[in-house]
């Protein structure tokens, strides 16, 4: 049976939506909308002329599950899903949907791919999804310790290369040197790379001190003119490498790190980020909820027009309802 949702557009205009077997079929007096656009990638095509980057809410319209919650904070659009797995395997199917329309558009994409715990079952359901042409995709990653050479167990060059790259084969993947000897080249190495062509997308996460990628409230930096750049990583950032299991003690977590800048990250067209699990439900609160502020590095989210934020029940459990209502889409 369809089903109806009003959904706010732009500004104080409504819209009703009627959805059908999972997927947009109308929008009513706005004309017809493309029905494969993903949940978060903003790419609405209408019939009357309409901007649709001043659409505040965007849909996950593969399959869409009834048991989801989407709402949105400033220009951020968040969804909480059922489960740690629906929550990657949503923001995976519209990564791939992004990775797909950079391909056609321009015939190829350059994308950003997160490393760690809270990517894990992103990017295990990403790379099982078939029909993505790999092949024409480049590929860059956050950030690297100071120090640690691409072999050791713990280094991100590894976690990108076993998850990801030997199993889809992209194009080409560009790796982030943190045992390099000369530390400030292989910063300029990297920003030239990163910086030649417009990224597409960024897999990012947002960390248990509110980091986004190693961008620790000390060293975050909002305007940075700098692409990447070397970071003292705070007390908190360290610990949570040893919770997840990363290190065995504390005294082994490197203290430096190469990260790309918060500049880095808003500058890409589109961010799909994924925040599994309890231990992430203080900085989800604070980077939806408190200020935008380099204080939660992850709040500056909300000021970025083409980005999502993906949730199961434990990383929203401190949520307000409140914030579950803001200008609902269902």
């Known amino acids: ?13 409504f819209a009703r939506i009627t959805i059908d077997a999972g997927r947009i079929a109308a929008v009513e007096a706005l004309g017809a909308i493309r029905p494969e656009a993903p949940f978060c990638s903003g790419g609405f095509s209408f019939g009357k002329p309409l901007d649709w980057r001043k659409w505040p ?4 319209t593969q399959n869409m599950p009834e048991n989801v919650t989407r709402f949105v904070v400033g220009k951020l659009a968040v969804g909480v899903f059922p489960s740690k797995a ?4 949503a923001a995976a199917q519209d990564a791939a949907s992004i990775v797909r329309d950079a391909v056609a558009r321009k015939g190829r994409a350059r994308i950003i791919v997160g ?5 894990l079952d992103f990017v295990q359901s990403l790379v099982t999804i078939p029909g993505v042409p790999w092949n024409a995709v480049e590929a860059f990653h956050l950030d690297a310790y100071v120090g640690m050479p691409a072999s050791h167990p713990a280094s991100f060059q ?8 030997e199993i889809v084969k992209p194009a080409v993947v560009h790796y982030l040197a943190g045992d390099a000897e000369d530390i400030d080249q292989e910063c300029a190495r990297y920003t030239a790379l990163l910086t030649s062509a417009p ?19 000390h060293v975050a930096d909002f305007a940075d003119p700098l692409a990447v750049k070397r970071v003292r990583l705070d007390r908190p950032c360290r610990m949570q490498q040893v919770g997840e299991g990363h290190f065995a003690r504390f005294e082994d977590v490197p203290e430096e790190a190469l990260t790309l800048t918060c500049s880095a990250l808003l500058g890409c067209e589109h961010l799909v980020c994924s925040v599994p699990e309890k231990r992430k439900a203080e900085a989800v609160k ?19 027009p083409q980005a999502c934020v993906y949730l199961d029940p434990d990383s929203a459990s401190l949520l307000s309802p409140e914030t579950r209502r803001r200008q609902a889409a269902g």
């Open 199 to 217: 990224i597409d997308v960024c897999f990012l996460g947002i960390g248990e001190n509110g980091h986004i990628a190693f961008n620790d409230p």
């Open 57 to 60: 809410v965007r849909m996950w």
């Open 1 to 13: 049976m369809a089903k109806f949702v009003e959904a706010n557009i732009a500004d104080q205009n």
């Open 86 to 89: 629906a929550l990657g395997a």
């Open 158 to 165: 590894l976690w990108l290369r076993t998850r990801f790259q």
């Open 115 to 119: 490393t760690g715990s809270s990517q």
């Open 286 to 304: 604070r980077a939806l909820e408190g200020p935008v502020t380099t204080e939660c590095p992850g709040s500056i989210l909300r000021t970025h």
